[in-house]
């Protein structure tokens, strides 16, 4: 990426910070006194120690090539001091400065996929299509991750006002943002609208940094939907999607229930079950849930997205295996970050996909939203894998008693289809 031509103090930041600094005098006048102060500082000790010359000499020439290094470095380590010190003691400059890293990264201990590969992630630059403002909220797209199953984008929302409080939903304090949202697939006719979770946690009072992930399942059936879609058509390795979120919307922590619907557990308790239905019928409700419970904006916040895929360890394997019920797999899809299986199971068949490593270990559904039938595939040993199809009670009932290569036993009895799929 070709930057503009800045001064020496915005080079700095931006070799640290990998951004350029907003336009700002004052920081400006504060970075370049700070180089004043180090530039006299400089030159009082290369005088000092002109008269030491033959000295430096004899001891050979490295000696003042480290010396000018050291002062090179701490130039810049004296320039990023002071001016995020001033930066930091004036809030509104402050909230100017680029969070540093990658969003991806900051969330991977949060997000149910974990950290996404650094080495398959691509930076989506702040050009026309990736910021969008509205109502004192912008929201900016600044990375992505495209897999053969789903693609993930890094999200970061920003507001002038202060967010309120809101609610973690696990115990390792992910939070979310619910975004009410119109799609507009390049390779489909019409628009779709959707309901989507941005997954990740509020860093400070007026930023919230997640991910977005868009499953190919979903859409999968819009192409189903679509007269122009042929039955055997896929999904192409790059496309565009034209993405506005109409509303956000997220949970707010410890909310108060208005008082004009407030009953006690005794009053309640006394009520008939219709009674009870109609009460519950009677708080305010919303798209995003309990109103009294949530904080929500609405507004237009409209990108322009190129997805394209960039992980190279994708891969299909085709099973077309199945028993003389017609049930059974289709193929493997894996990526560096999960699995799908393409089951082969009728409608109305009460039935499930369960799926064992190589170790006997049971990789496990993430429990995301929009995650469709992605498995993680991380600290799997997934060189060979076994695809059962059980009853879905039955899985239930054995997953609660067993663990392991003694559940992959017992699964094994009751299922009615077995694959062994090497990788």
């Given at each position: 990426m070709q930057k503009k031509a800045v001064n020496i103090s915005e080079q700095v930041f931006y070799d640290v910070l990998g951004a350029e600094l907003p336009d700002s005098n004052i920081i400006e006048s504060k970075v370049q006194e700070t180089y004043r102060i180090i530039r006299e500082k400089n030159r009082i000790q290369e005088d000092a120690e002109a008269g030491k010359k033959e000295d430096i000499i004899s001891r050979g020439g490295k000696s003042a090539a480290w010396k000018k290094l050291g002062i090179t470095l701490g130039s810049m380590a004296a320039v990023l001091c002071v001016t995020f010190t001033f930066c930091v003691m004036?809030?509104?400059?402050?909230?100017?400065?680029?969070i540093l890293g990658s969003i991806f990264a900051?969330?991977?201990d949060l997000y149910p996929f974990g950290k996404l590969p650094q080495e398959n992630t691509v930076e989506v630059l702040p050009a026309e299509g990736s910021i969008s403002a509205d109502g004192g909220i912008t929201i900016s797209v600044t990375e992505q991750y495209v897999s053969n199953q789903a693609a993930y984008i890094g999200v970061k929302v920003e507001n002038q006002q202060a967010f309120p409080e809101m609610v973690e939903?696990?115990?390792n304090g992910q939070q979310f943002i619910k975004a009410r949202t119109v799609e507009d697939y390049s390779f489909l006719s019409g628009e779709h609208n959707n309901r989507r979770y941005i997954e990740g946690e509020f860093v400070d009072e007026h930023t919230f940094l997640g991910i977005i992930r868009i499953d190919y399942d979903e859409?999968?059936?819009?192409?189903?939907q679509s007269d122009a879609s042929t039955p055997d058509a896929d999904i192409p390795e790059s496309f565009t999607i034209k993405l506005e979120i109409t509303e956000i919307a997220s949970t707010l922590k410890d909310a108060e229930l208005p008082e004009e619907y407030k009953v006690s557990d005794?009053?309640?308790?006394?009520?008939?079950?219709?009674?009870?239905?109609a009460y519950l019928d009677s708080i305010p409700k919303a798209w995003y849930g309990l109103e009294y419970q949530s904080w929500h904006q609405a507004g237009k916040w409209e990108f322009t997205l190129p997805i394209s895929q960039t992980d190279?360890?994708?891969?299909t394997i085709t099973v077309n295996q199945y028993n003389d019920d017609g049930i059974g797999v289709d193929s493997i899809e894996i990526s560096s970050v999960e699995m799908n299986v393409n089951a082969a199971i009728p409608e109305e068949a009460s039935l499930c996909t369960v799926v064992f490593d190589a170790d006997?270990?049971?990789?496990?559904?993430?429990?995301?939203?929009?995650?469709?039938?992605a498995l993680l595939i991380d600290g799997y040993d997934i060189s060979t894998v076994t695809v059962y199809i059980c009853g879905i009670s039955e899985y239930s009932e054995l997953s609660e008693k067993y663990h392991d290569e003694k559940l992959q036993e017992m699964i094994e009895e009751k299922a009615v289809f077995k694959k062994v799929v090497p990788n």
């Open positions: 004036n809030p509104v400059l402050a909230s100017e400065i680029p900051k969330v991977a939903t696990v115990e859409i999968r059936g819009y192409m189903e005794e009053e309640y308790e006394q009520m008939t079950e219709e009674e009870q239905t190279e360890n994708v891969r006997g270990r049971m990789l496990a559904y993430k429990n995301s939203s929009n995650a469709g039938n």
